[in-house]
């Protein structure tokens, strides 16, 4: 069955660094996938988008890699902020239908002052 | 910037009845979808709703559960008999077309069911 994997369920990082976040899928052929940002009792907001053929892709501050071979995408944030804490959410569509997501369980980011 | 509003933000509820969560969509939206989150758990699809009718749905949108476009702007999803387990945060959603584009979120009603 299909599965998506945020290999850590909380990360803690100092002020000004860089957070890396990962996201690992198995029995997907996605085109595309999605990252979103969740704060506590909200909905998740979208980040970014990456297709397949896109290796890379920059938002600001935010960059994420898309790896088909390693069925892996990283994403990360530099020169991170106490306003980055949040849990960020990685998510996959079915391939068809209506296109709904998949998504991780995510991964909650504490940047420490 | 346009979003999707959901109502009400709370809701609490007895077991075996029934509640009716709304949701607006982003105006020129096609698509539009419910989730849910069970505290601490991921996000999980329940159905999706495209042309006044479903396009998908999950397992765990069974036969208690209805969704309804009554009007050109709202969007509901039911829930016939309520159950303890029914108890999460219940996320709509909409997308501009078919293509494999962003969904935006609302912010959520969050139904507590005793």
């Known amino acids: 069955s299909q599965k998506i994997e945020q290999n850590s369920e909380a990360l803690n990082i100092q002020e000004g660094k860089t957070a890396t976040l990962t996201c690992n899928y198995t029995?997907?052929?996605?085109?595309?996938l999605q990252w979103y940002r969740q704060d506590p009792g909200r909905g998740p907001v979208f980040l970014l988008l990456i297709r397949e053929n896109e290796k890379e892709k920059r938002k600001e501050r935010l960059k994420v890699t898309f790896d088909t071979t390693l069925k892996q995408s990283l994403f990360h944030i530099t020169a991170s902020q106490p306003a980055d804490s949040a849990t960020y959410l990685c998510a996959l569509d079915d391939g068809a239908g209506s296109y709904q997501l998949t998504f991780g369980k995510g991964t909650k980011l504490s940047v420490i002052p | 910037e346009p979003e999707v509003t959901q109502t009400p933000s709370h809701q609490v509820t007895q077991m075996g009845q029934e509640v009716i969560l709304r949701c607006v969509p982003i105006?020129?939206?096609?698509?539009f979808y419910w989730y849910r989150q069970i505290l601490g758990q991921k996000v999980e699809f329940l159905v999706s709703f495209y042309n006044n009718e479903i396009s998908e749905k999950s397992e765990i949108f069974d036969d208690q559960f209805s969704v309804e476009r009554p009007d050109g702007s709202n969007f509901t999803l039911k829930i016939r008999s309520t159950k303890l387990e029914d108890s999460a945060m219940y996320f709509c959603?909409?997308?501009?077309?078919?293509?494999?584009?962003?969904?935006?979120f609302g912010p959520g009603t969050r139904l507590l069911v005793l």
């Open positions: 029995n997907y052929s996605p085109a595309y």
């Open positions: 105006s020129n939206h096609l698509y």
């Open positions: 959603a909409s997308k501009l077309g078919r293509a494999r584009e962003t969904q935006y």
